[in-house]
């Protein structure tokens, strides 16, 4: 008599259970419905006078923790060129995607990220120009220290400027070993001198939520400069002491970082 009463205040109490299971995951389902997955899909785009070789050590930490990253090898022939260079790898995305820009690579995304696949942006010590705006003039208004170094950008008879290999390191990378700044000051892609004065035909962060990142020690784009884009672009914004223009190489923690938050954050 005692086995059945247990087994009947035992066959009870599970019934209520999976009642209160059963009503709680229909109550969640209509009030609390799941969160969006995470983008899983990042694609990182290049600034001037290098490739997307510096990115290696962000994307060893975003594959590391399950991202899909694509490179863009920008040509730096002109920007129609490398906005059309962006959108041909974002036209391979199976999915929404994070577009990540450094420096120069700042303005390709924010005319190429207007791309439907595009959820999310991140600018990395990088420029964020509004439509009629070029980041050549915008720069002149808030000079850097690149900017009233004379002779450091120099420029070939067919129009295509570099950075003075002598004044790489102390510029663009001093925050690197010296070794792989003087690498990457003889191995650099020379970039049209048009890309930097051809104005924005569109503007993703208007309509698309973004990341800032400001390297604090910057030498080519003033600090002051990015954090005005930023905070024009109501970006969520980290500002990295010490920091040189070479932030992604030099920070990749903290700047793989802002790239999966905003992975997490953006709707797919």
Not at 30 to 42: D, E, R
Not at 232 to 250: D, K, L, M, N, Q
Request: hydrophobic share 45%.
């Amino acid at each position: 008599m005692i086995m059945k009463t247990q087994k009947r205040l035992i066959h009870n109490l599970n019934a209520r259970v999976a009642l209160v299971v059963a009503a709680s995951t229909v109550f969640c389902g209509f009030a609390t419905p799941a969160l969006a997955a995470s983008v899983t899909n990042v694609v990182l785009v290049h600034g001037a006078w290098v490739d997307g070789s510096g990115w290696k050590p962000v994307y060893d930490i975003l594959t590391n923790d399950g991202y899909n990253v694509t490179m863009v090898q920008i040509p730096e022939t002109s920007f129609e060129d490398d906005v059309a260079a962006t959108k041909r790898i974002l036209d391979l995305q199976t999915g929404p995607c994070i577009l990540v820009g450094h420096s120069y690579g700042g303005s390709i995304i924010t005319e190429a990220g207007t791309d439907s696949h595009v959820v999310g942006l991140v600018y990395v010590a990088a420029h964020a120009p509004d439509v009629g705006e070029n980041e050549g003039a915008l720069g002149k208004g808030t000079p850097s220290v690149l900017a009233g170094q004379k002779g450091a950008i120099e420029k070939t008879g067919d129009g295509f400027t570099f950075l003075n290999p002598d004044d790489f390191y102390e510029l663009f990378a001093p925050d690197l070993p010296r070794e792989q700044a003087e690498f990457e000051a003889r191995s650099q892609v020379f970039a049209a001198a048009k890309v930097f004065g051809t104005p924005m035909t569109a503007a993703a962060w208007k309509t698309k939520p973004s990341w800032g990142i400001v390297a604090l020690a910057d030498k080519i784009i003033n600090p002051d400069l990015e954090k005005w884009y930023y905070a024009r672009a109501h970006s969520h914004t980290v500002e990295i002491a010490g920091a040189s223009h070479s932030v992604y190489e030099s920070h990749p923690k903290e700047v793989a970082a802002a790239i999966e938050e905003a992975a997490q954050k953006s709707q797919n």
